[in-house]
């Protein structure tokens, strides 16, 4: 997301919210645990987010 211009900030809990202060778009995620790794869904949302904001 960094490439992207989002910054990441921590919100309660597992809560990771992506802000781009250029456009003011943000997109909200979960971590994931225990195991590090990004699930099937998280990703669909990002990819549909970057998209819906041309930039990919």
């Known amino acids: 997301m960094k490439h992207f211009g989002y910054q990441e900030f921590s919100g309660s809990g597992s809560v990771r919210k992506f802000f781009n202060p250029k456009t003011g778009a943000s997109v909200h995620l ?14 669909e949302i990002i990819i549909d987010h970057l998209v819906e904001q041309g930039l990919i």
């Open 30 to 43: 979960h971590e994931p645990h225990p195991e590090p790794t990004i699930k099937r869904y998280a990703l």
